[in-house]
């Protein structure tokens, strides 16, 4: 069975670094994307970036380029959303997805995290 | 970039009936179209891609339509746990991940 399970909510202060993780399971890690989706507090759905664990091969919505790092270890099959400043405006929560292979990433959603959410308040 | 509209933004409607939901996109994303479903407090879910292909363990009263600029999810007749907002998403163009806002599906 395929799943990602994503880490735990987080509350946090305005100007603190995070992590938060996705782990993939019942299927090669290497061999799919994993994209990263944020959906801040009754909003839509926004697309931020994705990367290939195999060679890590990462690519970034403009939007979200600079403002955030994406990253992953294969050995552990694991990806990671991290910031090194977060503001009060990234209070949202984020999840991981997994997108087929081929079509150099692009591709749909097929399976997804079930969320973390963070929180950033002074 | 590619904008993603969906209407209506809300679609009230009765059990048993059926839904059309519509999408455009601002350039042709060919058939590289797919919807999901998200209910309150969970993630979304793969509903279609291709346009018209149904994930697996989709039931057969979600259908999808379109190619090109225009898109249409239907629901034959709609349950109880299909009310939800839905998202269509393009995936053809970069950034190949750009969702609609949404519709949102609530009972009549």
């Known amino acids: 069975e395929v799943q990602l399970v994503q880490s735990g909510a987080e509350v946090k202060k305005p100007g603190e670094s995070l992590k938060i993780s996705c782990k993939g399971s019942?299927?090669?890690?290497?061999?799919?994307?994993i994209g990263w989706v944020r959906q801040m507090p009754g909003k839509g759905l926004e697309w931020m970036g994705i990367?290939?664990?195999?060679?890590?091969?990462?690519r970034y919505n403009q939007s979200f380029k600079g403002q955030v790092t994406i990253s992953a270890d294969k050995s552990i099959s694991t990806a990671y959303l991290q910031w090194s400043s977060l503001k009060a405006s990234d209070t949202a929560t984020y999840y991981c997805?997994?997108?087929?292979?081929?079509?150099?990433?692009?591709?749909?959603?097929?399976?997804w995290g079930q969320g973390t959410l963070v929180t950033v308040s002074s | 970039e590619i904008v993603m509209t969906q209407s209506p933004a809300t679609l009230s409607v009765s059990p048993g009936e059926r839904a059309t939901l519509s999408c455009r996109a601002s350039?042709?994303?060919?058939?590289?179209l797919a919807w999901y479903q998200q209910k309150l407090g969970q993630a979304p879910r793969l509903l279609i891609y291709?346009?018209?292909t149904r994930a697996t363990g989709i039931p057969a009263r979600f259908s999808g339509s379109g190619s090109g600029t225009e898109f249409t999810l239907t629901i034959s007749s709609l349950q109880s746990e299909d009310f939800a907002v839905y998202y269509c998403?393009?995936?053809?163009?970069?950034?190949?991940?750009?969702f609609g806002p949404g519709t949102k599906v609530d009972i009549k």
């Open positions: 997805t997994r997108r087929p292979p081929g079509r150099d990433g692009y591709n749909f959603d097929d399976y």
């Open positions: 019942g299927y090669s890690f290497t061999t799919y994307w």
């Open positions: 990367i290939y664990p195999g060679d890590s091969d990462t």
């Open positions: 350039q042709s994303v060919s058939s590289n």
């Open positions: 291709g346009a018209s």
């Open positions: 998403q393009q995936y053809s163009n970069w950034p190949p991940g750009t």
